[in-house]
């Protein structure tokens, strides 16, 4: 079936490199959602776009990270000057308008930054 | 103030048992959803159940139903026969606000069930 896929499905840098993740939103999906999940937590909030534009950034931890949709349906997360602290699974999710609004997420990105 | 509280980080069941797993809430938002999630060892997060605050009706998917108590701000998920399958993490969320306004989601941080053969 045609879900949220990710990629890449896994991804190690080294401290102080950039990388970008990359969601290919289910088709038709207005709004998209990145998270963070920690080990052993629940995923985090970074980013929501409804459509080109960021609707809700509040999520994202500091200026090193930024997200964009240039054309409203693949979405890129950019993390700039990487920590090992970034280190994680990053989820993204996308949802329709309608009577739910459920989020449908896609099988993460695992960052680890050496 | 946490958004979502899940206060069992585990679980244990016997298979072919029903388990009730607990979730409780904190919002000040008249309209808001709730949802459950499943996530295996592989990571994904697969949707179980959905609840709107004003549903009368408890939802119910399967063997999936969500007690709904909305006095007590909680909305525990109930699974009922459990299977060895269903041995995963499981999410409670929320959705704030009306539909369309802005939907961010907040998680708790998961109760760890293991179905016992």
């Known amino acids: 079936g045609a879900g949220v896929s990710q990629t890449p499905s896994n991804k190690v840098t080294e401290k102080g490199k950039y990388v970008e993740l990359r969601c290919d939103p289910i088709s038709g999906h207005t709004a998209l959602y990145w998270y963070r999940q920690s080990l052993g937590q629940g995923p985090e909030f970074l980013i929501y776009f409804q459509g080109t534009g960021a609707a809700d950034d509040s999520g994202l931890p500091n200026d090193r990270f930024f997200a964009v949709r240039p054309e409203g349906s693949v979405s890129t997360l950019k993390i700039q000057r990487t920590e090992r602290g970034d280190s994680a699974v990053y989820l993204c999710a996308s949802s329709s308008r309608g009577a739910k609004e459920t989020q449908y997420f896609g099988p993460g990105t695992r960052l680890l930054v050496l | 103030a946490q958004k979502i509280t899940q206060t069992q980080p585990g679980m244990f069941v016997q298979e072919k048992e029903a388990v009730t797993l607990d979730c409780t809430y904190d919002t000040s938002d008249q309209s808001y959803g709730l949802f459950w999630y499943k996530q295996p060892s592989s990571g994904e997060m697969i949707f179980l159940i959905y609840?709107?605050?004003?549903?009368?009706q408890n939802a119910t998917e399967g063997r999936y139903s969500l007690n709904f108590q909305k006095a007590r701000k909680s909305a525990n998920l109930v699974i009922s026969a459990s299977q060895l399958g269903d041995s995963a993490m499981y999410f409670c969320?929320?959705?704030?606000?009306?539909?369309?306004?802005?939907?961010?989601?907040?998680f708790g941080t998961g109760t760890s069930l293991t179905v016992i053969p």
């Open positions: 609840q709107g605050s004003y549903d009368e």
């Open positions: 969320a929320m959705r704030e606000g009306r539909l369309g306004t802005g939907n961010q989601f907040y």
